[in-house]
């Protein structure tokens, strides 16, 4: 993992600095979003000083580069995290004009962090805050952590300017927050952080803002317990959906009506809420066929596209498929009709399934059954940053096709840990097929990283690369597509 001294070391002029973010960048990526919160509170004066006397370096880089503006997001938010307020307002401002979409979280915290000068200020921009960190909970984040502790910095920073002298402002603020807790089912705020921060006596300021402080730590530096994974082969199989299955076509859309049939039958916001944005990790059968009805179609029409890039002579040889963050293997499903419509002969000797969600991946493997029932299936239960090389066997055909469906973006794994075993596991002829919704510039640069990683290498070849918001595409869907191909 990259250190803040390395960092140091390249911030002598601008152009190190910009090569070194270029060589770099899937590492300052984890440094800034996949560490634990308490080893950022360990560094936090390292990188506040990095950032203050490397300040005119860092506003020489050439935004019209989408790295160095990614580069300099991420020290927006981690200057936000961590209370850099300074370094906040001046990296926002410099971005400010730029075009580059860091995200409505950052949006929301600039709202609070800049031209504010009365608690009124504070408090009359409590609903545009709170707006603007609900859209990023149901659209950008892959958990609600990093927008509850936008709002609880908001909350703390009122207590910390205006405690002494206007408690009144306070007790508003907090009142519009309990009113969004009683309003909105659904809100982000709902769970013990909030409840025991809204609790904390207000009667002494400064404790105050030190008790939430330490509420917040201790909640973001917690550690997560990993499920326990299952070791064996993992297969789906004398359940009434497995009954259902074997009556339908082969074919991704007769797949997915059985999911939409049976959800039809016990429909809730509670259940679809429950899927987080598609993120979560499954673990109830409602959650599979609600996952299947909300998403299934927009990933098939990404994936089916981004399959008619691939050049023809590539489906003219066998080849194994690794299907990284599978689900239910909607990918793997969509790549095996796409080759049998087209007329393409092409074997699959091998597929292997990797998803953390055990429901899921015993489906996954049902459905790949369904579709080929010669493919080897190997399957992983595991998430990213637990998969190890001695996961992954040693195929005599070298020749890969690597599927990363809505998985490249999500900021919860190192995504220096999954080159590495990208890289260790799969000699030979590669090809790789990452789609993804569009959400911000900063979580498209993470998908970028990994491209650019394998780019530097002699045999790397670009075969696409798409980007459509909103209304660009089709409907409301958007896609980032990156599609290459390399020899390791």
């Known amino acids: 993992m990259i250190i803040i001294e390395d960092l140091q070391k390249a911030s002598v ?25 308490s080893d950022l509170v360990a560094s936090r004066d390292k990188l506040n000083r990095y950032i203050q006397l490397n300040r005119n370096v860092i506003l020489q880089l050439n ?72 859209h990023s909970a149901e659209t950008e984040e892959d958990n609600t952590d990093k927008v509850l502790m936008t709002m609880v910095n908001y909350y703390s920073q009122v207590i910390h300017d205006f405690g002494e002298f206007n408690i009144d402002a306070i007790k508003l603020l907090k009142a519009k927050i309990q009113k969004s807790l009683s309003d909105f089912e659904f809100s982000f705020l709902h769970g013990n952080l909030i409840s025991d921060i809204l609790n904390v006596d207000l009667s002494n300021f400064a404790a105050a803002y030190h008790t939430i402080h330490s ?13 326990s994974y299952k070791k064996e082969f993992l297969l789906e199989s004398g359940t009434k959906y497995a009954s259902l299955l074997a009556y339908v076509a082969n074919s991704f859309k007769a797949v997915r009506q059985i999911s939409v049939s049976q959800y039809q039958l016990i429909k809730s916001d509670s259940i679809y809420n429950s899927l987080g944005r598609g993120i979560a990790i499954l673990t109830d059968e409602k959650q599979l066929y609600a ?19 691939l050049p023809k002579t590539f489906f003219e040889l066998e080849t194994n498929i690794i299907d990284w963050g599978c689900g239910q293997a909607m990918a793997s499903m969509t790549y095996y009709e796409f080759v049998s419509q087209n007329g393409h002969k092409q074997q699959t000797k091998n597929l292997t399934l990797i998803e953390p969600s055990e429901i899921a991946l015993k489906r996954a493997s049902l459905h790949v059954r369904k579709f080929d029932p010669t493919t080897e299936i190997h399957t992983v239960n595991k998430d990213l940053d637990t998969l190890v090389n001695k996961d992954f066997s ?23 840990h999954l080159l590495k075993l990208v890289e260790s596991n ?14 911000n510039d900063t979580r498209t640069s993470r998908l970028d990283a990994f491209v650019n990683y394998f780019s530097k290498k002699p045999n790397f070849k670009k075969i696409q690369s798409i980007e459509n918001m909103n209304g660009e595409w089709k409907g409301t869907w958007t896609r980032v597509v990156r599609i290459f191909n390399v020899s390791l």
């Open 426 to 439: 799969f000699p030979g002829d590669n090809y790789f097929i990452c789609v993804s919704p569009y959400i």
């Open 291 to 309: 996952y299947m009805n909300s998403y299934g179609n927009m990933h098939y029409e990404k994936l089916i596209d981004a399959f008619k890039m």
């Open 215 to 227: 509420l917040l730590d201790s909640f973001l530096g917690r550690d997560i317990l990993k499920p």
């Open 13 to 37: 002029d601008v152009s190190s600095l910009q090569n070194y973010i270029l060589d770099n960048f899937e590492e300052v990526y984890d440094l800034f979003t996949h560490q634990k919160h």
């Open 63 to 134: 935004i019209v580069d989408k790295t160095n503006l990614a580069f300099i997001s991420l020290l927006i938010g981690v200057s936000e995290e961590l209370g850099l307020i300074s370094s906040f307002r001046f990296l926002f401002d410099h971005l400010k004009g730029s075009n580059y979409n860091i995200g409505e979280r950052l949006n929301a915290a600039s709202l609070y962090l800049i031209g504010v000068r009365t608690a009124d200020d504070y408090v009359n921009r409590y609903e545009a805050i709170y707006n603007h960190l609900q």
């Open 394 to 416: 040693k195929n005599k055909t070298q020749r890969h096709i690597h599927l990363f469906s809505n998985i490249l973006d999500i900021d919860g794994f190192s995504l220096t």
